[in-house]
């Protein structure tokens, strides 16, 4: 099983939340050491990432109001924060 298989159920990291910066117009997930500016993309992906819906079913979601979402990008997305310890996925 690969760390985010489509089944995956990932959440953002306990220690990781999402904030909006509106002077700058742009967001970032805060950890105690960390600070990644994320795209509209990748905020969208996170918003979505509640451990209720799988990396397909974020996938389908996202495919239902944007039309550039390519096969395997939430998957990419989840894979990269869950290797930086920002997200967490229950494969259950």
Request: glycine share 6%.
């Amino acid at each position: 099983m690969e760390i985010t298989d489509e089944s995956a159920r990932p959440r953002l990291a306990p220690h990781v939340r999402m904030v909006f910066n509106a002077a700058r117009g742009e967001h970032a997930l805060l950890s105690p050491e960390t600070v990644w500016v994320i795209n509209a993309t990748g905020a969208a992906i996170v918003e979505l990432c509640d451990a209720q819906r799988t990396v397909a079913e974020i996938s389908d979601e996202l495919r239902s109001k944007y039309d550039q979402v390519a096969d395997g990008d939430v998957q990419r997305f989840v894979a990269d924060l869950v290797t930086r310890h920002g997200m967490e996925v229950n494969h259950g």
